[in-house]
């Protein structure tokens, strides 16, 4: 029977004996960014008293995928051996600790082989996590920042099926052109931004408030905006905010939010 509070939301109940579980997102991994990449893989290779019992990944956990093909490029090109090393690390991980992964702005190329070769399991944007008989929202955030208009009209438009079948068409090399040129223009916008980490628009307080409302759960988990922070949403709702990665940054940015009984939990992580 439909759940008239749920029928928009993907649902994930979590096995009784998950004790706890962790949450990132906005990694933005990259070749070109070592020192993010090192403190990522020190924490997918933390000793097993240090790990959750399941890691769900937000979105953006790349800072661009253009297509699962790339995988198989030729070895001496630097992005696809970046991306057969982080799909390795990954994989490795989930033999042990179940990784579920839920498309951002910047990975919603990732399909299910490369999913399959990074051992991920996908999850639909937003979907409900029933962990030890409460609910939580769980979202990368981006559909929410409706104050942006022109990322919202680009967004509507690279979703499309249409959109997504002509860009995987394009050879490799034009498609990472295209990427590059996205990348520059993210770049440009950053530097004209005063703020570390740039503030864009922020989630929108009454849609969040709406989603949580027809999902049956007071607390929304998201990343996207870059800004950590836990906000109260009134009647009991609440929205908490991810933290992005950046290593190299000053000071260096690295956070896992984790989910016990006792509530949600900010662990810092060593960033060098």
Request: net charge negative; proline share 7%.
């Amino acid at each position: 029977m439909t759940n008239p509070l749920t029928d928009r939301f993907a649902e994930l109940r979590a096995p009784a004996q998950w004790q706890a579980v962790d949450f990132i997102s906005d990694l933005h991994l990259q070749a070109s960014d070592p020192t993010t990449f090192a403190c990522w893989r020190r924490f997918l290779q933390r000793s097993p008293v240090e790990r959750a019992d399941a890691l769900f990944i937000l979105g953006d956990l790349f800072e661009v995928w253009v297509g699962d093909d790339a995988l198989d490029a030729p070895a001496d090109r630097a992005d696809p051996a970046f991306w057969r090393h982080c799909a390795a690390l990954l994989q490795a991980h989930s033999q042990h600790t179940p990784v579920y992964f839920m498309a951002g702005n910047r990975d919603f190329l990732l399909g299910q082989a490369g999913l399959s070769s990074c051992g991920m399991q996908a999850l639909p944007d937003p979907t409900v996590l029933d962990f030890q008989g409460q609910r939580w929202l769980l979202s990368h955030g981006d559909a929410l920042c409706l104050d942006d208009t022109d990322y919202m009209r680009f967004r509507a438009q690279v979703r499309t099926p249409e959109w997504q079948s002509a860009f995987l068409a394009q050879p490799l090399a034009q498609r990472e052109a295209v990427a590059r040129g996205l990348r520059q223009q993210s770049e440009a916008r950053k530097r004209s931004n005063a703020h570390d980490p740039p503030l864009w628009a922020d989630v929108d307080a009454e849609a969040a408030r709406q989603w949580l409302q027809r999902a049956g759960a007071p607390t929304l988990i998201h990343g996207h905006t870059h800004r950590p922070a836990s906000h109260d949403l009134g009647n009991g709702l609440q929205r908490v905010v991810l933290s992005d990665w950046d290593a190299a940054a000053l000071p260096p940015r690295g956070e896992v939010l984790r989910l016990t009984a006792s509530g949600l939990q900010r662990l810092p992580l060593k960033t060098a």
